[in-house]
């Protein structure tokens, strides 16, 4: 057996075994001997070690051998080996051959601020985790996908385990330059400076950069707030060595405390103006981001009331309720969904949140315990709708229609009527006796027995037979062929026809103990040329557009193909001199095209329904050959005169 003792070194506390132990203080009491007087030397060299012993250390390997503690001082350097001057005679650092086999993505839980994700990933690519940190907030910040991805890294790639942590510990030793910001030649927060170091760039170019980003939409200002909050300061004599990649061993480091100490006298001046901006900036900052963690605050409580009031059919939310229930009739797909809602939008929003919180007031909640938890919450949201959408899809999966047709006589003048759908009169919406309900915006109306939906746009099309035909086509979706026609059959929807008037209504009603599955219902009327359409103002609204072209009248015709209103106040064909009243209240209106003629005449007093009567001549006239037709149905009566070629 082994005695194993347990030691504080620089804040970090370490299992070392005997003999490990012995050498490690032996060469402790010779640094603190040499470099007596100066403690901050033998602070920075401690906090050296401590970091390299850190990367020693694993799930599996817990306690630093003998083999370690000769590594660790090898890098560092023998001090019997310093002359009277501090400097070395020999080195013998040596770092450990990298271990060998194919570079593969895994968390690093050795090096994590949350799961690890961002030092595996700047492992795999042999850059510094600091990189990746911030590549992951600005795509928070700018496209809000930076905690979905996290979280979904953070669940697909695996834990490194073994001698893949060993591996990834001695790539982050060996890694002699880091990212850090340069306070000491900072203008305002030392971050130009540090890129700088790390590129190997001359500063100047640098703060060009950002100086001319700052006219790209004002990406130069937040780019640069982000980095002076990621990327870590340079404190120590380590720091500052690491961020200009040079080596770290005891001659180094002292010279890098003596260098600032003489240094620190200078820029102490410099020193003070940029720390006061940097302070106003910093205040500016946590100003934003106190302002941007209540906005987050606000939102959740908002969506978390609002799902709690649909969950428990609370408020004025159960009209919503009675709609979801109307669509979907088993009740596990509607707890799922609303679950995996409530789960998918509040989890990333309390992750952003608790992030926003921890970079601002440094607190420590924010945890690998919170962020599994939240990550766990996330996925049984994502889960919930997975179930409900293949469960609810595969109920609507299948398309069926029916169509129906009747045919009507041809008359003189064909009457269309409209039936309104039945709103409540006073408000758009309003609910009575709990369950009639008005929701204008989609076209539904949920009353106490059924709900109406609004038609399609009723078409209007030249027919090409003697009669007149009304086609009705019916679709509604189902899980097979007999799911889809049993729904079909749901719809109560029945024009009446009487005589030569049809009368349309706006709307079908589907009884609300059974389910809405998509249907729809389309009308289509095939109208002979020469019928003369007469249509009141509820019929009107639920017209093709296409048909009317915008036009308001009431009496509609077919002429070339086109359906033209006979009586509208404004037309783009029809000039105001053309149009005349005379003294017994008839309309005359002429249409002048290129290749035809058309007067139109209205006895607004013929209250008649006498049956067409078509007349058509041919006369010569100035050499040419003209065909004049007249026709007269009720009070209207067209005569259309054109041109005849090779007559």
């Not at 990298?98 to 700047?122: M, N």
């Not at 006589?409 to 039936?419: N, Y």
Request: charged share 25%; glycine share 8%; hydrophobic share 45%.
């Amino acid at each position: 057996m082994e005695k194993v003792f347990q030691i504080n070194l620089a804040g970090m506390v370490f299992t070392i075994e005997e003999q490990a132990y012995l050498q490690l203080k032996s060469y402790l009491d010779r640094l603190h001997a040499h470099f007596a007087g100066n403690g901050e030397i033998v602070q920075d060299i401690e906090g050296r070690m401590a970091e390299l012993f850190a990367n020693r250390i694993s799930s599996i390997k817990k306690i630093l051998y003998l083999q370690d503690v000769n590594e660790v001082t090898s890098i560092l350097g023998d001090i019997n080996q310093m002359d009277e001057h501090g400097e070395q005679k020999s080195t013998h650092s040596k770092t450990q051959e990298p271990l060998h086999g194919p570079k593969k993505l895994r968390r690093h839980a050795q090096d994590q601020s949350l799961g690890g994700v961002c030092s595996g990933l700047a492992s795999f690519f042999d850059v510094d985790p600091v990189l990746i940190r911030v590549l992951f907030v600005i795509m928070v910040v700018a496209y809000g996908s930076g905690v979905l991805l996290y979280l979904v890294l953070w669940i697909v790639i695996p834990e490194a385990k073994g001698e893949e942590v060993s591996s990834m510990q001695q790539q982050r030793q060996n890694k002699t330059r880091r990212l850090f910001r340069d306070a000491e030649n900072r203008v305002i927060g030392g971050v130009s400076a540090g890129l700088s170091a790390y590129f190997n760039i001359d500063r100047t170019w640098i703060r060009l950069a950002f100086l001319v980003s700052l006219f790209v939409f004002g990406t130069g200002f937040w780019l640069y707030v982000i980095l002076w909050i990621i990327v870590p300061k340079a404190v120590s004599a380590t720091d500052k060595l690491l961020m200009r990649g040079e080596p770290v061993d005891i001659h180094s480091i002292e010279k890098e405390i003596k260098q600032g100490a003489t240094g620190s006298k200078v820029n102490s001046i410099a020193e003070h103006g940029s720390n006061v901006i940097g302070i106003i900036l910093k205040g500016m900052l946590k100003l934003f981001g106190a302002f941007i963690a209540l906005i987050l605050f606000v939102m959740v409580m908002g969506i978390s009331i609002a799902m709690v009031a649909v969950f428990f059919n609370l408020g004025q939310t159960h009209f919503i309720n009675e709609l979801i229930s109307f669509t979907v009739k088993d009740p596990s797909i509607i707890l799922a969904a609303k679950a995996g809602v409530l789960l998918c939008i509040l989890v990333p929003l309390v992750t952003l949140l608790m992030f926003v919180i921890k970079v601002l007031f440094r607190l420590t909640f924010f945890n690998k315990s919170w962020l599994l938890s939240l990550g766990g919450l996330f996925l049984i949201g994502v889960i919930c709708l997975a179930y409900s959408g293949v469960r609810f899809g595969s109920g609507v999966s299948h398309h069926e229609s029916s169509l129906s047709t009747t045919r009507i006589a041809k008359s003189d003048t064909l009457f269309l009527e409209g039936v309104e759908m039945p709103f409540a009169e006073d408000d758009a919406f309003k609910v009575e006796n709990e369950t009639e309900i008005v929701f204008y915006d989609k076209g539904v109306l949920m009353g106490k027995d059924q709900v109406h939906f609004e038609i399609d746009d009723v078409k209007i099309k030249q027919g090409k037979t003697d009669s007149i035909v009304l086609k009705v086509m019916r679709r509604s979706n189902g899980a097979d062929v007999k799911d889809a026609e049993d729904k079909i059959e749901m719809i109560e929807f029945t024009p009446t026809i009487i005589g030569n008037k049809i009368i349309i209504p706006s709307y079908f009603s589907i009884d609300k103990n059974k389910q809405f599955s998509w249907q729809e219902v389309d009308v289509t009327l095939w109208i002979p040329a020469g019928v003369v359409i007469h249509v009141d103002d509820h019929v009107r609204e639920i017209l093709d557009d296409m048909n009317l072209d915008e036009a308001d009248g009431s009496y509609y015709q077919f002429i070339g193909g086109t359906l033209t209103c006979l009586d509208c106040g404004e037309m783009t064909d029809v000039s105001e001199e053309n149009i005349d009243e005379d003294e017994d209240n008839n309309i005359k209106f002429s249409i002048n095209n290129e290749d035809e003629d058309v007067e139109v005449e209205i006895n607004v007093d013929d209250k008649t329904n006498s049956r067409k009567k078509k007349t058509k001549k041919i006369i010569k006239k100035d050499g040419e050959t003209i065909l004049v037709e007249e026709a007269k149905a009720g009070p209207i009566s067209i005569k259309t005169t054109k041109k005849v070629e090779g007559k």
